[in-house]
């Protein structure tokens, strides 16, 4: 029997062991069936689980539970991304703090020993936090992005593209870190918005006596390594200047003055001062006008020898001060104002990052873009939400180079060996390496190798085949790839999505020999927002812990919460009062399961759903039929919000509140055939009800299955085994206009009584005017349910309405509640005037909040959302109570 109190804490954990221990996880349970397979998004060895991670990951588990039940061989690939900067961080941390030397005095091979060893004892933690949530993913098969295999995976590519020329090693601009000594991707970049000033250089025109040309500028400091001038050719004020040379104050060094339309005559002085080693949209300028490139710092961001001595040795915020000093007294400065912009932060290191000109190892990510973007384009790859394609071609069609080295020591270390002269031996080991130096230099040669590593991209990119057993020739890579669909953010579509698309066309083939991409569908969710619409944050203290949310509601509560939230392309506003609520929903179906049990209501495998003779049961039947449609058709749509909404709607409305209220006089009934029929159709839609739920909510679903069962008739497998259910022809409606008649009385009785304040203990009676025969044979029919369930002294038929009365038009009849012996009419008209009153007031108040320009323009947008929400409420409210007294006024 189940327990009187449905209790989360009690059962997730066991359910989560009783399905690992049955192996219920693991691909290849059907290997003649059809293979369904999703790679999880790595997350960081050092992650804990955020909520942006429990959307992700339910949304995959429903996918994945929900293709194991329609029979496929379904493999969820787990695994996390060794999470380059972040881990070495960690480590470095540890060494501080327990005062041990740091990784310089260790060395490389003692530094990284220490990492390992933290990652076999402390790393993986999300892992078991992404068991808590619910995750099936096939645990036997978890992959590490430095694993031995998918290290080989990320040699062989790296050597291929080497060879192919692909990968090649340039001096460009990176975003450089000065505190971490590494160049970061562009997603390790926080922009920071920040209050600060513009200054107005004046640069002398030579030859020229007391001419200038004014630029502008952030970074005073850069102007050391400033060498040219860009105006519009178009801009008249310079035209005359074009090709002539300014000369840059403190250093005296000549720039030449060039036309590129990348200056903007409308921004300030229309003159942009060009620094090609420290800015990169002067890099690109600089060598299309082929300036000069001078690097002014060195890697910690200090003054280097290419700027005047004075400066040389100056932190670059000091410099600033310095010089700002200098062009003043030189009269250089024309003027200064404030200015808001936003300034690059490392998100590690929390420092400025500065655009550095350095030597590092580049992918050709033009070449390897173009087939990604046209498997986008003939559709060999959808995104959802459509609108998303069209960021990816953005961004895939304006691609730079990609730099994939790293300055650091944790990571997959480049294959790169350097010979005496510099020549750079790529190769897939040491052995290879050496074996081609020495036919290269005709000798024995001693070889350095390169220290960098790649950027954690590079491995990610490998994702989807390397986790496969890649470069091998796997039973894995043959029957899982490609993989079906890949659930992301939109944040790193650039970052991996679009990686993942460039390296697994280029290395994977289908049957054909043609390139595969690496999945048909990519499945962009939004944002998890709080419940006020704002980004979390540690700062704003607005962060939602998902594990304190299982903790106090439980998994289920949480997940389906997510789902019903996961409308596409609009981000979730999160609030602890909808998990409430949706813990709420799963006791709803606890007690409702319950009840049945009870009443004996047990499953009968020989039940035909097709017999039932009682049009409630034949009309439950239809609505199961209507409800599995509808949640197969959205989650296959990706529409996870609808087929939550469709799953609450049946338990909860169609179910527990009416189905189950319908059917206790039939379970009571000294009619056997009755009471054994619907004992039946209870339990088989009770069961329904597991199945279809299963993949939103796996826990309290599977616990029901397993006690829903008796001796007579145990389960055959556990319900995440289960077949996910088909129907066609259950849908009677001739059932359905009986019960959805029933329904609708019951409802419009219910909502006059709420209107018009009759105490809920009173009951009234009914007349039904003008009723044909079979309304009135509906009425015979269920004259017991309608009494109780809309509280009901008596119903009886009539031809006139009687005085006093409040009607409710339904068909061809009128239902009549006298309302006069059971309330004071007149007090309740005066009640509702005073209430409508009321109500004008809140929305007057309403209107001239939202008609204040001033309110709309500086309040925060969820504020004023708010108040919009709030009077369209009390607009609604103000309609039920205007109806509420029209219908006294006919009644009086």
Same mark, same amino acid.
């Given at each position: ?425 790529? !190769?897939?080991? +040491? &052995?290879?390496?050496?074996? %081609? ?8 040669? /001693?070889?350095? $190798? =390169? ?25 894995e890579v043959e029957r899982y790839y490609k993989t079906d669909v890949l659930v992301t953010g939109f944040d790193i579509i650039f970052f991996w999505v679009a990686r ?47 594990? !304190?949310?299982? +903790? &106090?509601?439980?998994?289920? %509560? ?8 996961? /409308?596409?392309? $609009? =981000? ?71 087929a939550a909404g469709a799953l609450y709607h049946f338990v909860w409305h169609i179910f527990c509140d009416w189905y189950v209220e319908l059917i206790k006089p039939l379970?009571?009934?000294?009619? +056997? ?60 409606a001739a059932a359905d206009s009986e019960i959805a008649w029933v329904i609708d009385v019951i409802s419009q009785i219910r909502s006059v009584r709420s209107e018009m ?136």
């Open positions: 029997m189940l327990e009187k109190t449905y209790d989360p804490q009690d059962i997730e954990e066991r359910i989560y062991l009783n399905w690992e221990d049955a192996g219920t996880f693991k691909c290849n349970r059907k290997p003649d069936a059809e293979p369904y397979s999703i790679v999880i998004p790595p997350p960081n060895v050092t992650g804990s689980l955020h909520m942006g991670h429990a959307l992700n990951n339910t949304i995959q588990d429903i996918l994945i539970r929900f293709e194991r039940m329609r029979g496929k061989d379904v493999l969820w690939q787990p695994g996390t991304d060794h999470a380059g900067i972040a881990t070495q961080m960690v480590v470095e941390r540890q060494l501080m703090e327990h005062q041990q030397p740091d990784r310089r005095t260790l060395g490389r091979d003692e530094f990284v020993r220490r990492i390992w060893k933290w990652k076999d004892e402390s790393g993986g933690v999300i892992t078991n936090q992404l068991r808590r949530l619910g995750a099936s993913c096939d645990w036997s098969r978890e992959r590490f992005t430095m694993d031995e295999g998918l290290s080989r995976a990320v040699l062989k590519v790296f050597v291929q593209l080497h060879k192919e020329g692909l990968i090649y090693k340039d001096k460009r601009l990176v975003n450089w870190d000065p505190k971490l000594l590494t160049a970061i991707s562009d997603l390790e970049v926080e922009q920071v918005e920040t209050k600060g000033h513009l200054w107005h250089l004046k640069y002398p025109i030579k030859g020229e006596e007391g001419r200038f040309i004014i630029v502008a500028t952030t970074r005073p400091e850069t102007m050391l390594g400033d060498t040219g001038v860009a105006v519009h050719p178009e801009d008249e004020r310079y035209k005359d200047l074009i090709g002539k040379t300014a000369v840059l104050p403190l250093v005296g060094r000549e720039l030449p003055i060039v036309a590129d339309d990348y200056a903007d005559p409308e921004q300030g002085s229309g003159a942009v001062k060009m620094t090609p080693a420290h800015d990169f949209n002067d890099f690109e300028v600089g060598r299309r006008q082929n300036l000069e490139v001078i690097n002014i710092f060195d890697e910690h961001a200090t003054l280097n020898e290419n700027v005047p001595e004075v400066y040389r040795g100056l932190e670059r915020f000091e410099a600033r001060k310095r010089i700002i000093a200098d062009l003043e007294a030189g009269e250089y400065l024309d003027h200064v104002e404030d200015h808001d912009h936003t300034i690059p932060y490392g998100d590690r290191s929390n420092v400025v990052i500065e655009p550095w000109l350095t030597d590092q190892w580049y992918v050709d990510a033009q070449t390897l873009a173009a087939p990604a973007i046209k498997a986008v384009e003939q559709g060999a790859t959808v995104f959802v939400p459509r609108n998303w394609e069209k960021t990816y071609y953005e961004w895939m069609r304006n691609i730079q180079p990609w730099c994939v080295s790293r300055q650091l020591w944790w990571g997959h270390q480049i294959p790169a060996w350097y010979g005496p002269d510099g020549e750079v031996f790529v !190769e897939e080991t +040491e &052995e290879a390496a050496q074996s %081609a130096a020495n036919i290269h230099y005709g000798k024995a040669v /001693a070889l350095v $190798r =390169d220290e960098d590593v790649l950027d954690t991209w590079f491995s990610s990119a490998l994702w989807p085949f390397s986790t496969l057993g890649w470069p091998d020739e796997t039973p993942m698309m460039m390296m697994g066309l280029h290395f994977m083939k289908d049957d054909a020999g043609q390139p595969e991409v690496p999945f048909h569908t990519v499945y962009i969710h939004a944002l998890v927002r709080d419940e006020n619409g704002q980004k979390m944050s540690k700062s704003k203290g607005n962060v939602i812990d998902p594990l !304190e949310l299982i +903790e &106090e509601y439980g998994a289920d %509560a949480l997940r389906f919460t997510l789902a019903a939230m996961a /409308a596409q392309g $609009r =981000d979730i506003k999160l609030a602890r009062s909808r998990v409430e609520g949706y813990r709420n929903f799963a006791t709803k179906l606890w007690n409702a399961a319950r009840f049945c049990q009870m009443k004996g209501c047990v499953t009968d495998p020989e039940v035909d759903v097709t017999a039932a003779s009682h049009s409630v049961n034949r009309w439950i039947a239809g609505e199961v039929e209507r409800t599995c449609t509808a949640v197969t058709e959205a989650i296959v749509a990706h529409k996870y919000n609808e379970l009571d009934s000294e009619d +056997e055939d009755a009471k054994s029929e619907t004992k039946a159709m209870a339990a088989w839609a009770l069961e329904q009800i597991l199945i279809l739920m299963h993949p939103f909510m796996p826990f309290i679903t599977e616990e029901l299955w397993d006690n829903l069962a008796t001796s007579e008739n145990p389960r055959k497998s556990q319900l995440i085994l289960a077949g996910w259910p088909a129907y066609d022809g259950l849908q009677d304040n009759v105490p809920a203990g009173a009951k009234a009676p009914v007349e039904i005017v003008g009723a044909n025969a079979a309304t009135l044979a509906r009425v015979d029919a269920w004259r017991d349910e309608l009494s109780r369930l809309a509280r009901l002294q008596s119903i009886v038929a009539s031809q006139t309405v009687p005085s006093g009365a409040v009607q409710i038009v339904m068909g061809e009849a009128t239902i009549a509640l006298p309302l006069a012996g059971v309330i004071d009419i007149a007090e309740e008209m005066d009640r509702l005037t005073k209430e409508l009153d009321k109500i004008s007031g809140e929305i007057a108040k309403f209107d001239a909040k939202l008609s204040n320009k001033k309110f709309v323009s500086r309040a925060p947008e969820h504020v004023v959302e708010e108040q919009r929400t709030r009077k369209a409420e009390a607009v609604e409210r103000q309609e039920k109570v205007t109806e509420a007294y029209e219908r006294l006024k006919g009644a009086a």
